[in-house]
Nanobody, 125 residues
């Protein structure tokens, strides 16, 4: 099992940047694929980005490609989401999720087993 804690969300102006962190527990965090998801008010939870256990594979939702970067530091048991050129539509609660490592990195919410509590990102004009 793994416990996840997100941090880094706050109010930011459009065009600005934020870095979210997802801290995982345990000594085997490297054996988990990790995804970031977000849920805006009144919207479905949607996939944002995902990274393989070793960090060599990354995937992004089309709307964030070129603006967001997912990375991980397994020595720190942490996955990061660097968000640049933020837009109003990026406003949401951002969640990280983990799944024990598989050949295919999951990109749908129902494939993940462990979830953090979420961190609020608000982009203002």
């Amino acid at each position: 099992q793994v416990a996840l804690v997100e941090s880094g969300g706050r109010l930011v102006q459009a065009g600005g940047s934020l870095r979210l962190s997802c801290a995982g527990s345990g000594d085997l965090f490297r054996l988990y694929n990790v995804g970031w998801f977000r849920q805006g008010s009144g919207k479905e939870r949607e996939f944002v980005a995902a990274i393989s256990g070793g960090g060599g594979l990354t995937y992004y939702q089309d709307s964030v490609k070129g603006r967001f970067t997912i990375s991980r530091d397994n020595a720190q048991n942490t996955v990061f989401l660097q968000m640049n050129s933020l837009r109003l539509e990026d406003t949401a609660v951002y969640y990280c999720a983990a799944k024990s490592i598989r050949a295919v990195v999951p990109r749908t919410a129902d494939e993940y087993d462990y979830w953090g509590q979420g961190t609020q990102v608000t982009v203002s004009s």
